[in-house]
């Protein structure tokens, strides 16, 4: 079975844009979580959402948004992009919403100029 | 609120050496404890996991348990690997938040070198 992916693997933009990065979580597994992780530092909780609905929502401003879908595949938009905002973004799925072993994907990397 | 500290790095180790990296935790209940590793270029990789008090996870040489007393998920490895190589993060579920929600420590780099 394939594991996490995440589109897309680079991204380039500049202060102000939006941008939205995809997920697709390990087949059966219906709780996606998204992490920020800022070069040299560990990552850090955004959204975790399970069957559709949010469960968690980390300590991240309004900019920052994200959906489940149907499919269980999820997205997450970043509106009004700040240079801090520059970062690896990762996925991770896991079959239930408690904090039982999650599955990470390889993350998007995404640099704000 | 819940948090993980773990040892600085970089740890730089000859191989077949002994490894240690420490971690410890702040957390209220009773957390799940977890081993992720990082290698260059690559997402996070569940290394082994840790239940309840007194439990001990180990997978690929790597082990560590769960002591409550100490508040500690110390990672131990008896012989390591230049393929080992990468950076090791401690994390906690935080499991009085009721979500999958994984509070992870700063990362520990290790450099083995041959």
């Known amino acids: 079975d394939a594991g996490v992916t995440q589109s897309p693997t680079h991204l380039i933009k500049t202060r102000g844009q939006q941008v939205t990065l995809r997920c697709s979580p390990i087949?059966?597994?219906?709780?996606v979580s998204w992490y920020q992780q800022v070069l040299g530092q560990g990552p850090q909780f955004i959204f975790q959402?399970?069957?559709?609905?949010?469960?968690g929502r980390g300590n991240f401003p309004d900019r920052f948004s994200a959906r489940q879908f149907p499919n269980y595949s999820s997205e997450l938009n970043v509106n009004a992009l700040l240079l801090g905002d520059s970062a690896l973004y990762l996925c991770?799925?896991?079959?239930?919403?408690?904090?039982?072993?999650?599955?990470f994907g390889p993350g998007t990397r995404l640099t704000v100029l | 609120g819940d948090s993980v500290t773990q040892m600085e790095g970089p740890v730089t180790l000859s191989e077949e050496a002994f490894l240690t990296i420490n971690c410890t935790y702040t957390?209220?209940?009773?957390?799940?404890l977890f081993w992720y590793v990082q290698y260059p270029g690559e997402g996070l990789q569940l290394l082994l996991k840790?239940?309840?008090?007194?439990d001990k996870g180990s997978n690929k040489g790597f082990e560590a348990t769960y002591r409550k007393e100490t508040t500690s998920f110390h990672l131990e490895k008896g012989s390591v690997q230049v393929s080992d190589s990468a950076v090791y993060f401690c994390?906690?579920?935080?499991?009085?938040?009721?979500?999958?929600?994984?509070?992870f420590g700063q990362g520990t780099t290790l450099q083995v070198k041959p």
């Open positions: 959402y399970y069957e559709k609905e949010e469960r």
């Open positions: 840790a239940t309840k008090a007194d």
């Open positions: 957390a209220t209940g009773y957390p799940s």
């Open positions: 994390a906690l579920g935080d499991g009085s938040s009721n979500t999958g929600k994984l509070i």
């Open positions: 087949s059966g597994h219906k709780s």
């Open positions: 991770a799925s896991s079959s239930g919403p408690t904090p039982d072993t999650q599955y």
